[in-house]
C-alpha cells in the first residue's frame, strides 16, 4: 500500500532493506549533495540516505534530519507508488480508456467499478488541525536558514529547495496546479522562483501579472510519496495533480486550508512554507544553478516570494535531492513517467509500441519511439505527432525503429539505428521550442531539431535493396548448448 506520508514512506524503505541512515554530522552545505551524488552514481542508483545529525551552514545542528535519494532506485519508485511494476500504473490507464458506451444492462453492470473508482479520486478536506500545522512560525518569526536547505554544488547562487511541490491557482478557472520546480533561498524571508516558460505556474503568474494582482504560492515539502511525484508529471494543465495522486493511491489526498490564504496544501506534509508574488514588483536574480543537464544554467530574473509563515509537524523531515551530471535520482521519477504515460501517447499515437528517455539524454534530449510501422513515411508522421504534444515538444533528437526493438536497451537501440539508416536521406531537421536549460540553442528557448528514421526502408521510401535479416542462433542448437552448459567449466564472471 503507498504511504499516507514521507515518514511511513521512509519506514517502508527501510524495512525493505532500501535506506541507509547517516548518523554522525553532515554539511548541508555541499557535504550531503557529494555523498548523495556518489550514492546516486552507484550501480541501481544505491540506497536512499537520511541524515538524522545534519548541520547548518552556520555550523549549529539542525534538529530536522535531511531524507536524499529516497526515489532514486527502480524498487524505491514501486515501493513510492505501490506496484510491483511501473507499467502496472499505464495498464490501469489502458483500462479506464477503454471504456465504452455500455449497450446492454450486463455491460452497464460491469462498468460500474471503473465508475466508482474514478469517483474516489477527488482530494477531500481534512478536519481539524492538519499534521502540517502542529508548529506555526509567522511574520518576522520566519527564518529560512534554520531550515536544513541544502547548497548543492560549489557554483549555486545559494541553497535551493530542490523536491518541492509548488501550489499555485489558475486566477481565471480556478484549478490548481502542483508543479516541482527549484527554488533559491534569497534572505532569510525571500525566495526566487524558478518558473520555465513553459509551465503552468509560470502561465499563473502572468495571468496575475496582467490583473495586477498578488499571487498566493504554498511550497510543500514531504507528504505522501505519489503526491511528491504527481509535482513532477507532466499533466495537461487542468489536470489536478491531487486527483492525479488520488488515482495512484487508489484513494484520495487530504487536504488542508493554508494559514495565510485561500490554498490548499496536503494535511500530511512535513514543512508548508506559505508566500506571495508581487507581480508589480521588478524580478530578482536566480542562479547560477547546477542543473539536471550536468552544466550550470546561468542566473536570469525570475519572480521574488515573500515568506509570510511556515508551518511544519512537530518533528519534520527535510526531503530534498540533487541533480547534476546523469543517473541521478530525477533519472527514476522521469523513469515513472516515460512508463505511466505509455497508454496516454498510444491514445492519440496508437501506432508508438514503446518509448524510452535514456539518462544521458536527461528527458528531453534523447528519445527512442519504437512503431508498428504500416506505410511508407510513418516514422515521421510519429515524430511529428510526439513534436506536438505538451513537454515532448521540447525533444532534441527523436529516434524511431520498428517494432522489434528494444528501445528500454539504449545499446540495442543504437545498434539498429546506426546499422539501419543512411545519414543523408533518413535524418530530418525541424526548428521548434527547446527547454529553457538548452545552453547550445540559437537563441534562449528556441532551436533546432532532428529526428532520426532507423525503421527498415520500404522501396517507396526509395530503398530497392534486399534488407537483410538479423543474426539469431536456432532454438534447437540453444537448447543442446544449455543442456551441456554445466559440464563445460566456464565462469562468465570470470570474463569481466
Known sequence: MIADNLREFIKQLETAGEL???????????????????????????????????????????PIPVGINLFGSMRRMQIALGVESLDDIGARITDLLKIKVPEGWREKIALFPKIAEVAKYPPRAFKGTPPCQEVVVR??????????????????????????????????????????????????????MHWQRHKVGAAHWREMARRGEKMPVAIVLGGDPASIYSASAPLPPDIDEYVFAGFLRRRPV??????????????????????????????????????????????????????????????????????????????????????????LLQLTVPEIVDYHMPPSGIFHNLVFVSIDKQYPGQAWKVMNALWGMGLMSLAKLIIVVDRDVNVRDPEEAWWV??????????????????????????AFTYGSKMGIDATQKWKEEGFDREWPERIVMDEATKARVDAMWSDLGISLKSLR
Open 20 to 62: 541507509a541512515r547517516v548518523g554522525r554530522q553532515v554539511s548541508v552545505d555541499r557535504e550531503i549533495a557529494e555523498i548523495a551524488d556518489r550514492c546516486m552514481k552507484s550501480p541501481g542508483g544505491g540506497p536512499a540516505l537520511m541524515f538524522d545529525m545534519a548541520t547548518l551552514a552556520d555550523g549549529s545542528p539542525s
Open 139 to 192: 511574520g518576522d518569526d520566519v527564518d529560512l536558514s534554520r531550515l536544513p536547505i541544502i547548497t548543492c554544488w560549489p557554483g549555486d547562487g545559494g541553497p535551493y529547495v530542490t523536491l518541492p511541490q509548488v501550489i499555485s491557482h489558475n486566477p481565471e478557472t480556478g484549478v490548481r496546479n502542483v508543479g516541482m520546480y527549484r527554488v533559491q533561498v534569497l534572505e532569510r524571508r525571500l525566495l526566487a
Open 254 to 343: 487530504r487536504l488542508a486550508k493554508a494559514v495565510t490564504s485561500d490554498l490548499r496544501v496536503p494535511a500530511e506534509a512535513e514543512i508548508v512554507i506559505e508566500g506571495s508574488i508581487d507581480p508589480a514588483e521588478p524580478l530578482v536574480v536566480e542562479g547560477p544553478f547546477g542543473d539536471h543537464t550536468g552544466f550550470y544554467s546561468l542566473a536570469d530574473e525570475y519572480p521574488a516570494v515573500h515568506v509570510d509563515a511556515i508551518t511544519m509537524r512537530e518533528r519534520p523531515v527535510y526531503p530534498t535531492t540533487i541533480v547534476g551530471r546523469p543517473p541521478m535520482e530525477d533519472y527514476y521519477l522521469g523513469h515513472a513517467t516515460e512508463r505511466i504515460f505509455l497508454p
Open 417 to 442: 539505428a546506426l546499422n539501419h539508416i543512411d545519414p543523408e536521406r533518413d535524418t530530418r531537421f525541424t526548428m521548434g521550442p527547446v527547454d529553457v536549460l538548452d545552453h547550445a540553442s540559437r
